[in-house]
């Protein structure tokens, strides 16, 4: 077997040196009744060439969409991957190490980490961030607890433009601490009133996304300030970062807390994960935060170094009364994030941010001109909502079946709303072609006929 | 401060990289776009105006910028990294070659179910393979980490104990516990009360029964525990928990000590979450990404989160909302279904191992373990009888008097090439050093190890503190002051004051 | 006239008219190592003896203090928030944590004195 490097001769003068005759000699601590005579009911091992063929066929199920037309979004972003950062997080020394426990032997995580920590709080426009959560719906529940921490309140408010999977996670994750939940649900085309009318005294935070689940915008700034002059925090949730190269940034309309997903800078889709989640605060809720810091400091010599610090804040220290219960994070997906932003540059990062939007708006004209379809964003970054005539998840069926991922119908995440279930996301981002818009429009009209 | 010892600061290969903040032109960028169409704005006037403040680097840049740093690593890929209950095993790339295909690691989370059988048939069948390991019926798929499964796996128990109408109060946790284990209780609502340990490193039976009432929830073990040693009472432990209407849940951090060869169903075990990123090879990436499904019996399978994936008469389906559920799902841990990049590599290391292969591993870890033991026993001070299971405990007991800590020893340790094992955990013995050698270190490999730390050893009692206490010496950076870096914050790059400011 | 007393969780309160001053002792200080934080009471919180009252933190350790007596916070050392290295240099004077009231002066009686506590952390050290 491939993996073991111990022969059988290894293992006889081993087991000698221990000074045991047989390996059930070391199992000695496990009842006899519960130790298995031999293999479980599995394959026995196989060679490369075999895994690989059938994880070729398994592949082969499924529609990739790097062969069809894509249009899908709602909280997780196709873009193009330059070449050089998936062969940099496979490097060996970054894939294979363990988090940075001893740093003089991990200056490479922890410089990465620590341009990580900057990159994030610069685009969203924060004081401090930390070196990643799981991901955008796990980050967002953290921010509310945070919040429930700063303010020492208990009362949470969730925009009913928020993610329903973050909005279901916060909910979860909420309740077992005493904390109650007000959370609107969207209009029928997506809307909701205003958040600001249901902050009272007793609010912990308000949690907000930008641009919102149906893709809207929003200035932040009013609700910023109403949440400030009720003493509650306001919880910003951005589920694509790439709009952070385009669009006005949490942190400079007043955000306390920016909670997101990472996945479009450097990480694939890959069906749902692992993804990154973002968490970046101001510098004065610093000690609430969860999560992982580094931080600069000197070595011996008075070199620039970088180590984990403010540890007292996590489990492995503070156990029962730590900030929060994780440990292992997303390191090499940030990792990812980090190369891709380093690549994209700041004149890059604008371009791909501005290449999606006006991407996303040629193809809203487009739809909007196909009859049974209407756009029904005034705003949006590089998704949309559209009304169809028909119901949206058979219309998404159809497109499948010739070989087109459409869009996301809004009852694959609202089943229990009929009026919801004309409504389609539209994503497009820089790898949207042409030809790729034009097979949406054509298919579109055949199905809306 | 010593001045370096050349014009560079750069020794050979090691090379010094500045942040990439501090190099560039932002009018560069490694990525070459088409251009931006011409379109209306439909940003509502909130357009982000200003420099952003991000550096600007050519591909070549960006390639030296991080290859540098690279080498500034230690990784289980150059050599010996023994860090008790870490698992840190050989990686195959195998894995990653496959979570890279076509079809695979490109999919969206919301393509219709129609266009994604493959991938439900993976994590069916990742799912197949973890159950039938751990002989239990049933499994959470979505926890993205072993905290988050603990978290996960005690929200499970709590909901299946209010649906018997009393959620109870509090959950045992032996002092020796991963520190996640509280943390995780205490975001589940629960208080945390510890249990103590005997003389020989196990849970103290008596005392664990005198803390059971109808006020407990759960008890929380590792198993084996952070001692290396299997509870011998489990089969008790799980009577007397059961006895009071609690769960028992298993902290399955330790599973790669008896994969194959004992399942924790059998031991009455109602939930344990597993580290795929330990026991089934997925790389820790630095510090990230895991997963860690938690699998159920049968009494808390109706309660686990959604999604989960179903066989139906039409293919494979996603639960994703409690109507579609013939269970009562407590709620959502995570967005989406899951680590799916990290199942698809562990699916790939079990199928790689077989059931053969992976009986194999348990024992040649706890072979390796049991080599260091006794390898190291007469120079070391082991701080339980053997035999360990697959890592081995010391305290710093042979250190007496020498005037070198357990960290000196693991900084000689990283000069000599090693990584060094586990320092100050678990926390029920004095100076701790565990040691986990894992099934893919060669014999030679251990030999090496042995002799190494044995000649630490023998150079610390022969009074060569000082020697100790200024290592490493031969890393990039030397000891890094961790006092300063917390009294004084400095989390994020800024850029220098104007010049005006900082002229002296 | 001013008299200091000790507790066996290593805090020391030193009583001056109704105000006692509270801090950490020089053993608790070595013990902890390099102080890194120290987070403080609010003026106005109120304590029952043993109550959870600051927390003093190392690189590795976090440690709860706790209120030597029952009383309020009348202030608090701001000058930790930004030298804490105060802790390590002077724990029983400059490093001193937060002034309360004393309710209850009955509750100083059981505790030590600067010669019975250093008998008592003489005996933790053998």
């Known amino acids: 077997m491939r993996y073991l490097p111990l022969t059988d001769r290894d293992r006889r ?11 059930d000699d070391l199992f000695r601590d496990v009842p006899p009744a519960v130790r ?19 994880f070729a066929a398994w592949a082969g199920q499924n529609l990739s969409p790097g062969r069809a037309p894509s249009f899908l979004g709602a909280g997780a972003y196709r873009h193009h991957i330059p070449a050089i950062a998936d062969h940099l997080i496979q490097r060996g020394e970054f894939l294979t ?48 607890l945070m919040a429930g921490r700063v303010t020492r309140r208990n009362r949470v408010v969730l925009s009913a433009g928020l993610h329903p999977h973050y909005r279901e996670v916060a909910r979860t994750n909420l309740g077992y601490l005493g904390m109650e939940t007000v959370a609107p649900e969207p209009d029928d085309d997506g809307g ?16 907000v996304q930008n641009p919102d689940f149906f893709g809207r915008l929003h200035d932040l700034s009013a609700l910023a300030a109403a949440c400030q002059a009720a003493g509650a925090l306001l919880v910003c949730a951005v589920t694509e970062v790439v709009s952070l190269g385009a669009v006005k940034a949490p942190g400079d309309m007043g955000a306390d807390i920016v909670a997101a997903e990472g996945q479009s800078l450097g990480n694939g889709t890959g069906f749902g994960g692992p993804h990154v989640g973002l968490l970046a605060v101001r510098q004065k809720h610093l000690r609430q935060m969860p999560g992982r810091l580094v931080g600069e400091t000197a070595d011996a010599d008075g070199r620039r170094g970088y180590v984990l610090t403010l540890s007292t804040r996590e489990q492995h220290i503070r156990r029962e009364k730590a900030t929060s219960n994780i440990c292992t994070n997303s390191g090499l997906c940030a990792l990812a994030f980090n190369i891709h932003l380093t690549l994209l540059g700041e004149r890059g990062f604008r371009h791909l941010a501005a290449l999606n939007h006006a991407t996303a708006a040629g193809l809203a004209d487009r739809l909007a001109a196909v009859d049974g379809v209407t756009v029904l964003n005034d705003t949006f970054f590089n998704e949309f909502t559209v009304r169809l005539a028909k119901p949206a998840g058979a219309v998404v069926e159809a497109l499948a079946d010739r070989g087109i991922l459409g869009g996301v119908p809004v009852s694959r995440l609202y089943p229990d709303r009929p009026d919801l279930a004309d409504l389609m996301l539209v994503a497009a981002t820089e790898t949207v072609t042409e030809d790729d818009a034009d097979r949406l429009c054509a298919a579109l009209k055949e199905v809306l006929a | 401060m010593s001045a370096p010892e050349t014009f560079t600061g750069n020794r050979g290969l090691q090379l010094e990289e500045p942040l990439t903040f501090e190099t560039g032109d932002p009018a560069l960028s490694a990525v070459d776009l088409p251009p931006v169409p011409e379109a209306p704005d439909r940003l509502g006037g909130l357009a982000r105006e200003g420099e952003i403040g991000l550096p600007g680097l050519s591909e070549p840049q960006v390639m030296r910028h991080y290859l540098r740093l690279s080498q500034k690593n230690y990784a289980i890929d150059a050599g010996f990294y023994p860090l008790g209950s870490c698992t840190m095993k050989h990686n195959p790339r195998l894995n ?55 978290l996960t796996g005690l929200m499970t128990i709590r909901a299946a104990l209010e649906a018997a109408g009393d959620a109870r109060a509090k959950v045992l946790v032996p002092e020796s516990a991963h520190g996640t284990n509280p943390a995780s209780a205490h975001f589940c609502g629960y208080g945390v009360e510890s249990i103590p340990a005997n003389d020989r490193g196990r849970v103290d039976l008596a005392a664990f029964k005198d803390k059971l009432g109808g006020d407990v929830a759960a008890v929380m073990l590792t198993n084996p525990n952070t001692c290396g040693l299997f509870e011998d009472e489990i089969l008790e432990i799980a009577e007397a928990i059961h006895g009071i209407g609690g769960y028992f849940y298993c902290d399955g951090a330790n ?116 080599y260091l033991l006794a390898g190291l026993k007469d120079d070391l001070s082991p701080s339980f009888d053997g035999p360990c299971m697959h890592e081995v405990l010391f305290d710093d007991h042979f250190l007496r008097n020498t005037g070198v800590s357990t960290l000196d020893m693991a900084k000689a340790l990283i000069d000599e090439g090693f990584h060094p094992m586990t320092m100050y955990f ?23 190890f042995i002799a190494t730390v044995r000649d630490l050893a023998r150079r610390a009692k022969a009074g060569e503190a000082d020697s100790f206490h200024a290592a490493p010496r031969l890393t990039p950076r030397r000891r890094l002051d961790e006092t300063l870096a917390a009294r004084k914050p400095v989390l994020r790059w800024t850029p220098p004051a104007p010049a005006a400011d900082a002229a002296d | ?51 959870e009252a600051a927390v003093v933190e190392s690189v590795k350790a976090a440690s709860e203090i706790y209120a030597p007596i029952t009383g309020a916070v009348v202030e608090a050392n701001g000058d930790l928030d930004d030298d804490p290295s105060k802790v390590n240099a002077d724990a029983e004077g400059d490093g001193w944590f937060f002034r309360m009231t004393v309710a209850d002066p009955a509750e100083l009686e059981d505790m030590m004195d600067g010669n019975a506590y250093k008998a008592y952390v003489a005996e933790l050290d053998d």
């Open chain 1, 192 to 207: 909701e009133a205003d958040l600001a009318a249901l902050v009272d005294d007793a609010t912990a935070c308000v949690v």
């Open chain 2, 255 to 370: 599973f790669n000590a008896i994969v194959g060869r004992v399942r924790p169903g059998d031991l009455g075990i109602d939930c344990m979450h597993l580290n795929l990123h330990k026991t089934f090879s997925t790389p820790h990436g630095g510090g990230g990404p895991g997963s860690g499904p938690v699998v159920l019996s049968a009494p808390l399978a109706p309660f686990a989160p959604l999604p989960y994936v179903v066989h139906g008469p039409d293919g494979f389906r996603l639960v994703e909302h409690a109507a579609d559920s013939d269970g009562r799902p407590f709620g959502r841990v995570k967005g989406f279904h899951g680590q799916f990049g990290v199942f698809v590599r562990a699916l790939a290391y079990m199928m790689s191992m077989g059931s053969d292969g992976l009986r194999q591993v348990s024992e040649d870890a706890v072979l390796n373990a049991n």
């Open chain 2, 96 to 150: 990653e070659k496959v979570a890279r295909l076509p079809g695979l690691g490109d999919l969206h989370p919301l393509q219709p179910v129609s266009t994604v059988q493959g991938a439900l048939a993976v994590m069916d069948a990742c799912a197949h393979w973890l159950k039938t390991l751990t002989g239990m019926p049933a499994v959470a798929m979505s926890p993205a980490a072993g905290a988050h499964g603990e």
């Open chain 1, 13 to 23: 003068d081993m087991l000698a040196a221990i000074g045991v005759a047989g390996i």
């Open chain 1, 97 to 144: 190490a363990y988090t940075p426990y001893q740093p003089e032997v991990s200056q490479g995580t922890l410089q990465y980490l620590f341009e990580f920590q900057t990159q994030v709080a610069l685009i969203t426009g924060m004081e401090v961030a930390n070196a990643s959560m799981y991901d955008g719906a796990t980050a967002t529940s953290e921010a509310v």
């Open chain 3, 1 to 51: 006239m001013s008299d200091t007393y000790y507790t066996r969780d290593h805090e020391w309160i030193r009583v001056d008219g109704d105000i006692g001053t509270v801090g950490i002792s020089e053993y608790a200080q070595e013990q902890l190592g390099d102080v890194v934080f120290v987070e403080l009471p609010e003026p106005g919180k109120a304590f029952d003896q043993g109550d």
């Open chain 1, 36 to 54: 298995l005579d031999g293999p479980v009911d599995l394959p026995p091992h196989q060679g490369e060439m075999a895994v690989e063929r059938a």
């Open chain 2, 426 to 448: 678990p926390l029920v013995v004095h100076g701790a050093l565990l040691m986990e050698p894992t099934e893919t270190e060669s014999k030679e490999t251990l030999d090496l």
